[in-house]
């Protein structure tokens, strides 16, 4: 199937106008990594939590994690946002169009994605203020190359959610049975090897664990497991997700 | 060619029956209306149609594509206006034409003349600007309607085009309809559970209950099934003597005397009104007052299901309608 890419730019671009204009929405979804990154980070940081590695100071750990939490949440919402779109009956008016389904998938990822990274973006120039320090730009792309699979792993993962739910009710149980868990097996707030090794077990099939790594790796030089081993992990995870969302998606009625 | 032929089409959801093994075609340039009451399965039967339902069973074309084997022909070929609001709020009314416009693959130019020209034709090109969100109800239906035309269909769904409309807009938008169907040339098939709707846009109804058609046809030889108008004399008295003379009346078909009321059905009953006060004064009759009743869809509706749509409405409600989930919508 070829991908029809007006359609794809003029859902993004759709994306793009909606989030310009939900300012306060935008500020809503930077505020909650920030207050994690200031409460935990002035918490935490004289504890010296044991296990960071390379004499790390903790806010310094914690940056990437809130950016992997900022990036999981994001994404999955505009994964879920197709939910918003049946709700208000815009989704009908998408699949009544004669672009093909994955097509469509693609331009909600692109818009998904790019609101996403610059969520991301933001909140790492507000860590830069706060005295987080980036190595160089080879380091930054990296970082970002990670981000972007990240993005893209979870706007799949929010669209099989979206195509599987039909409505909003089952919001809560995803945040709170999927989404949380998925933020604390990750290893964004604390060391893996704090946790006892069953539980560490269930970390691994988490896909925000390699992301996070990644993106410690590329902005503090220390991970867990190799970068290059997160890299091909998330970029994995990211293409399985993606033609699961594509696949439920096309299945699910729109009606 | 016919703009739409229907064969056996049936839908069914988790056994319930929404559509029961429908058959019928729509000839190209007709305006079509779908009459009945909630949960009928008329939206059901547009969202098959509109590919956007698989059937159970059963087989449509619709400007002569299969609904099922060439979706994407069929899309591109419709136009439609759903029951409800199905525009991006967050977006302009113009912007709102525009995703829909580059969705069919509309170049630059074609874009910029046909949005222009569909704003006119709806009278919204000074709101063009305004976020949808700000719209009025009658607003919104307009761009929706705009919104269906801009790809220049062959066949136009409207599903309640007017419903929850004030009486204004409603006739504004029944102008706008006989205007577009005239102008262009468009199939159009309306849902309405509107009487006056069906009855004042229609060139054929199918009167539509419990997924079935129960009557298709034009909407003045449905109601001629009825036999004509009821003229019901209100009497001094009941007269037993007048009853019999108006019953060997050649153009009285049905004669009713209830108490003092002596209700007849026949052909142009207003013309006949001064002959049956005549007849009353012979009789020594005084007729205290007189009413007639053109009939109208709402009777005919009454002759096929035995029940007024009002009555179904309620009946729906009290059985609760099938939806998935309190968002399911109506169908």
Redesign the interface.
């Given at each position: 199937m070829i991908i029809?890419t007006?359609?794809v730019?003029?859902l993004w671009l759709?994306e793009m106008?909606?989030s310009i204009?939900?300012k306060s929405r935008v500020v809503g979804a930077l505020a909650m990594p920030l207050f994690f990154l200031a409460f935990l980070g002035l918490g935490f940081n004289r504890m010296g939590v044991p296990g960071l590695g390379g004499g790390l100071k903790y806010i310094h750990f914690l940056v990437p994690g809130i950016l992997g939490m900022s990036l999981l949440f994001s994404s999955t919402f505009a994964g879920l946002s197709v939910l918003w779109d049946?709700?208000?009956?815009?989704l009908?008016?998408?699949?009544?169009?004669?672009?093909?389904r994955v097509s469509i998938v693609v331009g909600r990822i692109a818009g998904g994605t790019t609101s996403a990274l610059i969520q991301g973006l933001m909140l790492l120039i507000i860590a830069m203020v706060i005295g987080f320090r980036i190595p160089g730009p080879a380091a930054f792309l990296l970082a970002f190359l990670f981000m972007l699979l990240i993005a893209v792993t979870f706007i799949g993962l929010g669209l099989i959610f979206a195509s599987v739910m039909?409505?909003?009710?089952g919001f809560g149980i995803i945040m709170n049975f999927v989404m949380f868990p998925m933020l604390f097996l990750s290893g964004a707030m604390y060391p893996l090897k704090n946790l006892p090794a069953v539980v560490q077990m269930l970390s691994y099939i988490d896909p925000l664990t390699f992301g996070i790594d990644g993106l410690r790796g590329a902005l503090l030089g220390v991970s867990v497991f190799p970068v290059l081993f997160d890299l091909l992990v998330m970029a994995a995870f990211s293409v399985v997700m993606v033609v699961l969302g594509a696949w439920f998606f096309e299945r699910s009625?729109?009606? | 060619m016919d703009a739409i032929q229907v064969e056996n089409l049936t839908k069914k959801f988790d056994g319930f029956t929404a559509v029961d093994d429908l058959s019928f075609s729509v000839p190209s340039g007709e305006l079509f209306g779908l009459l009945g009451p909630n949960g009928a399965g008329k939206t059901t039967t547009i969202n098959m149609l509109a590919t956007l339902l698989k059937p159970t069973s059963g087989r449509a074309r619709v400007a002569g594509f299969d609904i099922a084997r060439n979706r994407d022909d069929v899309r591109r070929s419709i136009g439609i206006v759903f029951q409800d609001p199905a525009l991006d709020g967050k977006l302009t009314g113009r912007e709102n034409l525009e995703f829909h416009a580059m969705m069919y693959g509309l170049d630059r130019a074609t874009r910029r003349t046909r949005i222009a020209e569909v704003l006119e034709l709806v009278e919204l090109a000074d709101k063009a600007k305004i976020l949808v969100e700000k719209y009025s109800g009658g607003m919104k239906r307009r761009l929706e309607i705009a919104r269906g035309l801009i790809h220049r269909p062959r066949v136009m769904f409207l599903d309640e085009p007017t419903l929850g409309l004030d009486a204004q807009t409603r006739r504004h938008i029944w102008d706008y309809i006989r205007k577009l169907n005239k102008e262009t040339g468009v199939s159009i098939v309306l849902t309405t559970h509107y009487m006056e709707e069906a009855d004042y846009l229609c060139g054929r109804v199918a009167i539509m209950d419990a997924g079935r058609f129960a009557a298709l046809d034009e909407p003045a030889r449905l109601k001629d099934v009825l036999g004509g108008d009821v003229v019901s004399l209100e009497l001094d008295a009941a007269s037993e003597s007048l009853s019999d003379q108006v019953r060997k009346l050649a153009w009285v078909k049905r004669v009713k005397l209830h108490g003092a009321e002596l209700s007849l059905t026949l052909e142009r009953g207003d013309r006949r009104i001064p002959e049956l006060i005549a007849l009353a004064q012979k009789n020594k009759t005084t007729v205290v007052s007189v009413n007639l009743h053109k009939p109208s869809l709402e009777d005919v509706f009454l002759h096929f299901t035995g029940k007024t749509i009002r009555e179904q409405d309620q009946d729906q409600n009290e059985r609760g309608r099938p939806s998935r989930g309190p968002h399911g919508g109506r169908r």
């Open positions: 029809n007006t359609a730019y003029v759709r106008k909606r204009r939900a049946r709700e208000f009956g815009f009908k008016e998408i699949m009544v169009t004669p672009v093909n039909k409505d909003m009710q009625e729109s009606v | -």
